[in-house]
């Protein structure tokens, strides 16, 4: 008995057993893409750090991640007019910035999870498959939540406070923990793989 079915005795569908599309990918290919998704994180991260740091002030102490966080329009108000049309304008940039660092930072995660996986099914160790495609699941589910942030984002910045500063919020603190999960679940696998 696999560990699917263990842990969904008697059920022949359950989302967790659903391979990722890209589950079926060449460990090579995993690696190479994996190194140039990571480079392009890198090179966003080069923009995203000095511009995150201009943009901390009273309202947002913690720089552009305190506007994801704003759940609320006066908050939110708070922080664009504390940041003034300069640093507004540098948000707006971050903000187009960071759609190809979610690719770069999602992309590098999720191989390296399938990676896992697909070691995991190669060497017979089935109790690493399971948090592996969970973790390659959870990225992808964390970059659609970023970029759709990312998107309800420039509309706020663009002036349209209230309708998407809650949906900003949420889309952005699930991605964290989506983020979070994946971290520990992508640890998970490379335990159970070594230990096995």
Do not use: Q
Request: charged share 15%.
């Amino acid at each position: 008995m696999g560990l699917d079915e263990a842990l969904f005795p008697g059920l022949t569908y359950a989302p967790l057993m659903i391979p990722h599309p890209l589950e079926g990918a060449s460990s090579r290919t995993l690696g190479w893409t994996a190194a140039l998704c990571g480079l392009i994180a890198l090179g966003g991260m080069a923009f995203l750090i000095p511009a995150g740091n201009r943009l901390k002030s009273r309202a947002s102490p913690n720089g552009i991640v305190s506007f994801e966080l704003a759940a609320s329009p006066s908050a939110m108000a708070d922080i664009i007019a504390e940041w003034g049309p300069e640093r507004t304008r540098l948000a707006r940039r971050a903000t187009w910035v960071d759609f190809p660092f979610i690719a770069g930072y999602a992309g590098a995660l999720m191989c390296a999870a399938l990676g896992l996986a697909g070691k995991a099914r190669a060497s017979g160790r089935e109790a690493a498959i399971l948090p592996a495609r969970m973790a390659a699941w959870a990225m992808t589910a964390a970059a659609l939540l970023d970029a759709a942030e990312n998107i309800l984002g420039l509309r706020i910045l663009a002036g349209s406070i209230s309708p998407g500063t809650m949906l900003m919020a949420g889309a952005a603190g699930l991605k964290f923990l989506l983020i979070a999960a994946a971290l520990g679940l992508i640890t998970g696998a490379w335990i159970k793989l070594a230990g096995s």
